[in-house]
């Protein structure tokens, strides 16, 4: 099978990770001869691609509309003659469908990773003009497949493959005292933590007041925010009125956001949608009990009371409420932090991810 992946770039963001981790998997398992092509530029992801083998391909996309990477496009589908053309998020959904969706020779897989209700009217216009272009929409929840079949995707042509998590090795306490150095914070300080971007999406004016509850009812207790966006300035503006800013700690966008899950107890997350998070994930597998949002997609991986907690979305005194509830309760927590590590390992697997990846793939092609 010769296989294409089209994405915009190969930034460390969660889709990108995704695909990564995919493009791995099938070249650890299959014999398929796999590409990836980044329309706009390459990233940190080009070079973990390329020590496995796999060739990377950057078209340089400079517009909205690029005539010349379009091109670029249209030549290298012609030259390569892909089965199977996969494509992530909006702007590689379009300019793959929109350039090899007439070809019947090649498969066309487009993924959708979030509830996309940021969306113009001319992208969801887009978006309907190329369903007849779609062999499967694949999305990796049940409520971005939900979104899209509100768009006009028949359920036929819907698929869900959720993310795939590595599980990390067992931390350790010498790793965790180093974290907690570099983020000048005392001993024994217990660490809520939110990894990702810092956009209105993910609702973290509620999660500084329920910080500043929250610190009321725990002592030592620090707030670690990692990742960079927008709301940042406003969120350091947030912490000083809170008067709370000498326990919260912004440590910017991080390389490697599983390390960092070492070093925290209790992860956040309030989001008003989302897709699949990666962050919320990587939290699990690392055993870090999370108290999160109830919004379809959080439900998906967090069974409350077992993995975690859910709260009524904006509701932040439970926020404050549950997670003094969970650093207090050692036995309830132990207990979470384990089955969150064996949910993750049972039913969100990079493995398992991949086989169904390459089921999806197989079953297309005996489509004819």
């Not at 369903?131 to 006009?152: C, K, M, W």
């Not at 998590?165 to 907690?180: A, D, F, W, Y």
């Not at 005194?317 to 309760?329: G, K």
Request: neutral net charge; aromatic residues 8%.
């Amino acid at each position: 099978m010769q296989l294409i992946l089209l994405t915009p770039t190969l930034d460390q963001s969660g889709a990108e990770k995704q695909l990564t981790l995919l493009a791995c998997g099938l070249r650890e398992t299959t014999d398929w001869d796999i590409e990836v092509v980044a329309l706009t530029r390459g990233g940190p992801y080009q070079q973990t691609l390329e020590q496995h083998q796999i060739p990377v391909t950057v078209l340089g996309k400079r517009f909205k509309f690029d005539s010349g990477a379009a091109l670029r496009l249209r030549r290298l589908l012609r030259d390569r003659k892909p089965d199977v053309l996969h494509t992530w998020m909006f702007t590689a959904n379009a300019y793959g469908r929109l350039i090899a969706g007439k070809n019947p020779a090649c498969k066309l897989i487009a993924s959708e990773r979030c509830v996309d209700s940021w969306k113009s009217n001319w992208q969801r216009r887009v978006d309907r003009h190329l369903i007849e272009r779609t062999d499967r929409l694949l999305a990796n929840s049940q409520p971005v497949a939900d979104f899209y079949h509100q768009l006009g995707y028949p359920t036929s042509k819907i698929v869900t493959i959720s993310n795939g998590v590595e599980i990390p090795p067992p931390g350790n306490s010498e790793r965790r005292e180093q974290l907690h150095r570099e983020w000048k914070l005392p001993a024994g300080a217990r660490v809520v933590a939110h990894v990702g971007r810092l956009a209105k999406q993910k609702r973290l004016d509620d999660l500084m007041w329920a910080f500043q509850e929250f610190q009321q009812l725990s002592d030592n207790t620090y707030f670690v925010i990692a990742g960079d966006g927008p709301e940042r300035s406003h969120l350091e503006d947030l912490a000083i009125r809170y008067t709370c800013d000498h326990l919260v700690r912004f440590i910017g966008h991080q390389p490697d956001g599983v390390s960092l899950m070492e070093g925290i107890d209790l992860f956040w997350l309030g989001s008003d949608f989302e897709g699949m998070s990666n962050s919320l994930m990587e939290a699990m597998a690392a055993g870090v009990p999370a108290v999160v949002s109830d919004i379809p997609a959080n439900r998906e991986l967090v069974v409350p009371g077992v993995t975690g907690e859910l709260f009524p979305l904006g509701n932040k005194t439970a926020i404050a409420q549950l997670s003094d509830r969970l650093l207090n309760q050692p036995d309830v927590y132990d207990r979470m932090s384990k089955a969150s590590v064996e949910r993750m390992r049972d039913e969100f697997s990079v493995e398992r991810m991949v086989t169904r990846h390459r089921e999806l793939y197989l079953e297309l092609l005996n489509e004819g």
